[in-house]
């Protein structure tokens, strides 16, 4: 057993450390086709090479978040096999889409370290980047977690809480070089809706619903080769029951959200975010965005939407926390983003 | 909620009105191999590439029903959202093969209009076309629905019901450009039944079942694009089931058809069809053909085959209608369809 | 029913026959896409070109177990549509890295004949050898079933029982072409232990866990165009189960070794193998390994290890048989192969 991998544990991080996470991995028309098959995706600069070049790219490119999930599985083994809580999400960025043929490697720098009162745990802060073929940063973003102790005899380190950014100004978001709305095809693309028409405060119902399967949610996790046992083994819980990536909900939600936000075409920045309760099979996914900014960009037509992203499972529209201040229990997710849609 | 699609009704269509649905669509290695995958599909034709090119083709396309899904998921969000019932088909022609890297979008006509006698809903005749990056036409079919109307007062449009044919003749077939059966490599192909061994008549029980998951029903609708939803969302029924995307009983019936017509390698004509009984998961879908028809082609050694395939889920063989002349309760799908095969 | 395959029963085989097994197939990005979808597969040289450039491999190859599949699915329609059991596997080799884009035939040449005393069945011996388009071997096995006789009036063949080896030499392995492990990249595979870093008998607990879903183990043994009604029709069996086909244990299996066995890179051969006990859905699949020999081969840096690789439904470890000498009912597999490996 000693040649399987236990996970770190909270005293295991040490403050600045870089870790360089195994196993690169090379998309292709492949992953792009089962993001399709796993998630009612529609936004047509993901789905058509033709509309992606009338838009000033080499193609389309894989999904935002199939980018993220693979750069995130990455750092599972390193990060969060011993997690008790995956704690939120900051600055994240896309800096470059990913093309078929890509090569995407994960590597993470230690920022914030602080133990609990408890002594038994602490939250980790690491700022991770992923890399394509050329060592291009093609994304980066904050996550922490709590994580165990092992030893917990082990000393405190000292406590570092990472300065973060409540939400990404539009100023820091990277628009992919070449990309121009001015001609941008609003028949083929689905809807006639512009950044322009959407008012900050407006809510828009998804409508769509997705009744998740175990077999589902797994193909997704193992593409991106996350091994969290708790998504796969179902001896692993007490209950039986496989805790759903939480990646998995993010991208059912944000495809669901094209049937009113078909023209927020590309994921620029990420907020943060909450798995605000746990998804699993059986539950039927429903999503409805707030809209929460709007920007301009310095590219060609295109303008910047920030939105409130909150899947459910009980058909809940625009109610997001109870009287006690806490996500209400048929609330799944509640995700901050920053998209790219003509103005 | 204003900003989501609410689909048509019945006095949205206008006759002659040319519809440009959305979402175009690039397919590649990625929906072949998802094909294959889905379905237990065994043609030579589409799983090698040597054996295309040695029948004269640039390589293997991709299925000729994955060609169809993809265009028939696009007319969904704009024909048959709010569809009480999917009535027909009609002259179907596979135009072009499409092959990977292709990207298709497609157009309806509005070719027939007929408001029902309870004044609540009509018929919708459309005829789709497919069409590749280059706008040439790869398939185009008719298809009929019956749709709600959300305004009863609106009045009924002139009744113009098509004129369509009950089955293409032989010679409206299009054989693609360089087809070659001469040089055939039965072997290979799995089968020595050639065209001249069929007689019509003939029943040809496929012997193969497949016992269906809603895991691989909603991955393959999905893959497509097409959003209704009643395949994906359980709790949309009054009976919590997801109802099966027709297509898909056509892929699996057709697939496995393979046992019995693995030569009956290319679909060039869609003469009619009926979604005869719903498909709900559970069910073990089996297939029987009947030969209808048989025919030349110019191209050399290229005949056509005309066929009634036949999807069960009772296991039953030949047996179409009950006494009172209705589909037997076991009988989910009877289709009408010409395929080209070495004469 | 005459058009449809009623495979070979016992007295169907002749000492020293060829067969040449249907359906080509091309095998792309999609499958291997598929392949990282169905298993937790990392091992870094097929997950990612640029690992495998660094490898001297020209890329990432398919999976060689997704090679083996291919190639074994073929002869299901004339091996083993009529088997009562597969009893064994010996003598694999694998010879050439397939790559995507390649087009997998099959051919098996009948090695040995015997029948059963009690002249209702016979054991039938094949060497199966699958080809690529250039027809150049890629993968060569032997595999033993039993097989039922039709007609059991007929008369047995002369017994011939080939004379196998109980396990391939290391000598006997084909190491790819320019593999070299000298500039191996430890960190980026996810483990730092080399071949010199185990002990034969060492026993090593793959820890992690898969429950298996019937879409899942379909859409897979689909994948492999291996058809055997028993994986798919749940009406089969009279206890509605669908058996799992053997392949997808093994595939899963080694995929879970990754974790303490990342750098047991290739499999280069197969000295046995048994599929101790049945798969259903719903179990969960762990595995260990245990080593069973080592060896030198002429690549720069390339060890090769050999290693039992049991799969189990019981989390059990490194327990295999039972006072009785059968395997306990938690084995379901039972694997020796070897594995190319950093030295």
Same mark, same amino acid.
């Given at each position: ?32 086709? #089962?993001?399709? +098959? &796993?998630?009612? =995706?529609?936004? %047509? ?5 033709? !509309? ?111 300065? #973060?950014?409540? +939400? &990404?100004?539009? =100023?820091?978001? %990277? ?5 121009? !709305? ?81 023209n927020a075409q590309m994921i620029a920045g990420l907020n943060g975010g909450a798995h605000a309760n746990p998804c699993f099979a059986g539950l039927t996914v429903k999503a409805w ?14 303008? %910047? ?39």
């Amino acid at each position: 057993m000693a040649k399987t991998n236990p996970g770190r544990f909270f005293e295991d991080y040490r403050l600045g450390e870089v870790i360089d996470h195994a196993v690169p991995r090379t998309v292709g028309e492949g992953e792009r086709a #089962l993001y399709h +098959a &796993l998630y009612p =995706a529609r936004h %047509a600069l993901y789905s058509s090479d033709v !509309f992606a070049a009338e838009c000033g790219l080499e193609g389309s490119p894989l999904d935002d978040l199939a980018a993220f999930h693979v750069v995130f599985g990455k750092t599972v083994p390193d990060i969060s096999l011993n997690a008790v809580a995956n704690l939120g999400y900051a600055e994240g960025r896309w800096l470059r889409p990913v093309y078929p043929g890509d090569t995407l490697r994960s590597v993470s720098e230690v920022i914030g370290l602080k133990q609990n009162s408890n002594g038994k745990s602490g939250v980790v802060w690491v700022r991770t980047t992923g890399l394509n073929q050329m060592d291009e940063p093609v994304l980066s973003y904050v996550r922490w977690v709590m994580v165990r102790k092992n030893d917990t005899d082990a000393p405190a380190p000292e406590t570092v809480v990472p300065d #973060l950014k409540p +939400a &990404l100004d539009a =100023a820091d978001l %990277a628009v992919p070089e070449g990309l121009d !709305f001015t001609g941008y095809d609003f028949a083929l693309a689905g809807e006639a809706h512009r950044c322009g028409d959407y008012a900050v405060g407006e809510v828009i119902d998804h409508v769509d619903g997705v009744t998740i399967e175990e077999a589902e949610h797994m193909i997704a996790t193992r593409l991106w080769q996350n091994t969290a046992k708790v998504h796969f083994d179902a001896t692993f819980r007490p209950d039986g029951q496989r805790l759903i990536y939480g990646g998995h909900v993010i991208s059912m939600a944000r495809a669901l959200s094209f049937n009113g936000l078909a023209n927020a075409q590309m994921i620029a920045g990420l907020n943060g975010g909450a798995h605000a309760n746990p998804c699993f099979a059986g539950l039927t996914v429903k999503a409805w965005s707030e809209v929460l900014d709007k920007a301009e960009t310095p590219a060609p037509g295109v303008g %910047a939407i920030r939105l409130r992203l909150v899947a459910t499972s009980d058909g809940s529209v625009g109610e997001l926390k109870g009287a006690d201040g806490k996500y209400r229990p048929g609330v799944l997710l509640d995700l901050d983003y920053w998209a790219l849609m003509p103005v």
